[in-house]
């Protein structure tokens, strides 16, 4: 019989993409495969086998709102991320408790993304192996600073910091998880710090879905933080490109950028759209701009499309330009091409930080200071600098020489075993 592997992700399109890479690399091997998250992303394993089960709230309906509006600003502010989850993402926490609880069936292994903590209590309600997927650090190390926070404290304090943005994030839940562990589950109650300092002391483990080529495990972390590689869903079969985005693509002249903000959608699109039309003009390079057609019409100048594989179209442009999610940044870096990125918040300031360290892209400019002159520059940059581009082509080869989704399954692989023969020795 085979086993069967419940997988939740709370998060935007990046983070469930990840995850929906992960499940369809483990029903290829013959796992029995539920993902667990927003409806609107369902399409990330149509046709796959894999289960995918629905969930609210809905991550882009949040970040619409007039406080999701203030956060997509916010920058590396952790103190502003901190209050709009406690604000907006502690009432919606009670739905998405409901819906897991609905629709989440009894597993051999539960995986979860970082703010799917709670569902590691299914993991425990069933007595099976579990693992946090995670496409940031998770856990505190001396050698860098929380993906949210931007700069390094110094040793100390980037260990210390972790502990405590850990500590503000869990405090906003806290009351809510319990509450589920006991009515609901049957299980006690976490404890007032909760089951953070249990678990790395346990050293349970944790597989990261960004290369180790990008941001090596430091010498601190134990072995059971596995830095695998990215997770990169490939092309869907039988997809074709839409004829007119092809015919745009072919057409000799500027090269053609990328521009796309994933989920970072402000309530302005218009006025987006025509300073990124504005910066391609003055770069002299054409666009593939992710949007709304009905929006913001295709020209001569970009193509506006709704979605797009970027396994597909990335290694058919000269550069691209997005909003620095870690997902994105590893199909830019996949595809050997320079990134430029303008971070909104949480993680993408460090990602911007991190490719432009690598030489793989310019200065990230973060959102709030994105103006048709500064975009304009990056780009010219982007698409001009000889030693940038031989730099990400060299690191396009390296990273497509790695199979960090299969990384990751050896390793689960490898769990059930374990534990398959603990049960076996025990019964």
């Known amino acids: 019989m085979s086993k069967k592997i419940t997988i939740v992700s709370v998060g935007l399109r990046g983070d469930v993409q990840s995850l929906a890479a992960l499940g369809v690399a483990l029903k290829n091997r013959g796992f029995e495969v539920q993902l667990i998250g927003a409806a609107r992303y369902a399409d990330t394993v149509r046709g796959t086998g894999v289960v995918y089960s629905a969930v609210e709230p809905d991550p882009d309906e949040l970040l619409a709102t007039p406080g999701g509006q203030r956060l997509l600003v916010c920058g590396d502010n952790p103190v502003a991320f901190a209050r709009w989850m406690r604000q907006v993402g ?128 430091p010498p601190d972390w134990p072995s059971s933080e596995h830095v695998t590689g990215y997770w990169l869903l490939d092309t869907p079969s039988g997809w074709e490109p839409p004829r007119e985005l092809a015919e745009f693509l072919d057409v000799p002249g500027p090269p053609v950028v990328y521009a796309g903000f994933g989920s970072m959608l402000t309530d302005d699109q218009w006025g987006r759209h025509e300073l990124v039309r504005g910066a391609l003009r003055q770069a002299g390079a054409r666009g593939v701009l992710l949007g709304d057609p009905g929006v913001t019409p295709s020209d001569d100048l970009v193509h506006v499309v709704p979605s797009v594989p970027h396994s597909w179209l990335f290694p058919r442009v000269a550069a691209v330009v997005h909003h620095g999610g870690a997902a994105t940044v590893g199909a830019g870096l996949t595809a050997g091409i320079p990134t430029v990125v303008c971070p909104h918040f949480f993680d993408q300031p460090f990602w911007g930080s991190l490719v432009h360290r690598l030489g793989v892209g310019p200065s990230p400019i973060p959102a709030s200071e994105l103006t048709t002159r500064n975009l304009a520059g990056a780009i010219v940059r982007a698409v001009n600098d000889r030693d940038m581009r031989r730099r990400a082509e060299w690191f396009g080869r390296r990273l497509r020489a790695e199979s960090g989704v299969e990384a990751a399954c050896d390793i689960v692989e490898r769990s059930l075993e374990r534990a398959g023969s603990r049960v076996a020795l025990t019964s």
């Open 90 to 217: 502690g009432p919606a926490a009670d739905r998405l408790f409901r819906g897991i609880s609905t629709v989440a069936r009894p597993s051999d292994c539960v995986v979860y993304s970082p703010l799917a903590v709670p569902a590691q209590s299914l993991a425990e309600r069933w007595d099976v192996p579990s693992f946090a997927a995670s496409s940031v650090p998770l856990r505190p190390t001396r050698h860098f600073s929380p993906s949210g926070l931007g700069r390094s404290l110094g040793p100390l304090g980037n260990v210390w910091s972790l502990r405590l943005a850990e500590q503000v994030i869990w405090q906003v839940f806290r009351r809510r998880v319990n509450a589920w562990r006991t009515g609901v589950l049957g299980l006690s109650p976490w404890p007032l710090t909760g089951p953070f300092g249990e678990w790395r002391r346990e050293s349970r483990p944790t597989l990261y879905c960004y290369s180790p080529s990008v941001l090596p495990a």
